[in-house]
Every structure is written in structure tokens, then in C-alpha cells.
């Protein structure tokens, strides 16, 4: 079944819907769904993290961060605190709680890749790894 020369496009649909498929699997342990688990790694990744980083660098939509943010926090993966350099500013961290999934999600996440990739080689796999990497940051410098 040939179907990756149509489109890129649906290509990349399809990596998405079943990485977020496989992610929510993976997560279900933990409790969370795919976009919250994405949501800690990224603080966890950097610490400390504006909600308006965490925004920018998912590149979605702030409603939707806010929404994660808030849910997280309530669950108490995340906390908030008031930014001292701009107190309209909220920064964003980990709390022990968020730390302790960390590794699991990062493994589900890797897990994910690993399962995209599966039937390449190696050197396949580094080098997909490296060109979705400069496609997404391509994309993002867009939006600048």
C-alpha cells in the first residue's frame, strides 16, 4: 500500500493521529492524555516556562495551553508562580509530582518515535529525527 506519495501532508497526519494514539496509551498509567504529558515534558524540559513559552514553543493555541496549564495545575503537576520581573507574567514549573512522569513520559514519547520508525535503519532513523526537527523549527521561524 502505497499511499506517502500523494501527499506529504497526509503523511504527517497520519504520524500525528498515531503518535497522539500511542502517546494516550502510554500515558494512561500516569493518568494523563497525550497533550498534557507533552505539556510536562516541556516544562520539566526547560524548568521554568512562561505560559506564554510553553504557547510558542508547542505552537498552539493559547486557550488550549491555558486550559492544560490550569487543568495540571489543579492536579498538581504544575505550579504558578508570579514572575518577579513582570507580575502580569505567571512562570510555569514543575512540581515533585510532574518530575516523577517525567521519565515515564519521556520513554513513551521515544517509545512513539521508535514504533513511526520502526522499519528503518539506524542512520534512517537519525537522519528523520534531524529533518523534523529542521522542518519544525523552519515553521516556527515563520511565525516570528
Partial sequence: ?????DS???SISILYRKSHIWLNEGCIPCDLTAAQAIVIMIVCDFSTLTQDEIT??????KSVIAKTVTKLEERGFLQRTTNPKDKRTYDIH??????QV??????????CF??????MSEEDRQNFRRLLDTAARAALNQEE
Fill in 1 to 5: 500500500m502505497s499511499f506517502a506519495a
Fill in 8 to 10: 506529504p501532508f497526509k
Fill in 56 to 61: 510558542k514553543r508547542l505552537s498552539l493555541d
Fill in 94 to 99: 514543575p512540581t515533585e509530582k510532574a518530575w
Fill in 102 to 111: 517525567y521519565p515515564h513520559i519521556r520513554e513513551q514519547v521515544e517509545a
Fill in 114 to 119: 521508535c514504533r513511526m520508525t520502526q522499519t
